[in-house]
């Protein structure tokens, strides 16, 4: 399968772009694993959007990275593959090309995210190691992960 990755920023985004981002964010952190938050939460602004597309530009993939300065350091975060990409090896290139991100930014080192537990394994893969408790997110149990560039 023919894939292009693309970094934007939010004002970058042609509007049926963002569409099929929220649709396919709601289709798979809402309807197929049925958690109910509010999913636009007025940081997709001022974040940096990765779209994973075919070359006919299907979006299969999508991450967001944010820099919280409160917290000084780099959120990874809304990480996911529609249906037909799973099992691909689609997931790891798309933490390859959040850590190459963070890494061209220069900003911060420390890097973080809020992984539902039953993924802490994958992203120990590329050095996260789980912080504090799991907790109940939406219905779903996460745990904070955290690692340095």
């Not at 809402?30 to 999913?39: F, G, P």
Request: proline fraction near 1%; charge should be negative; glycine fraction near 6%.
């Amino acid at each position: 399968m023919q894939v292009n990755f693309r970094w934007c920023k939010f004002q970058q985004l042609q509007l049926l772009e963002l569409h099929n981002i929220f649709a396919l964010r709601q289709q798979v952190f809402i309807v197929e694993q049925q958690s109910i938050y509010t999913d636009i939460d007025g940081l997709d602004p001022a974040s940096w959007h990765l779209l994973l597309e075919t070359a006919d530009k299907v979006l299969l993939g999508y991450a967001r990275l944010r820099a919280d300065r409160a917290l000084g350091c780099y959120k990874f975060e809304r990480i996911l593959l529609a249906e037909p990409a799973r099992g691909t090896g689609l997931a790891g290139q798309l933490i390859e090309q959040l850590l190459d991100k963070a890494a061209q930014l220069r900003e911060y080192s420390l890097l973080k995210l809020s992984a539902q537990s039953h993924l802490q394994d994958f992203y120990a893969k590329w050095g996260f190691i789980a912080m504090g408790l799991e907790y109940d997110d939406g219905g779903i149990l996460h745990r904070d992960m955290q690692r340095v560039l």
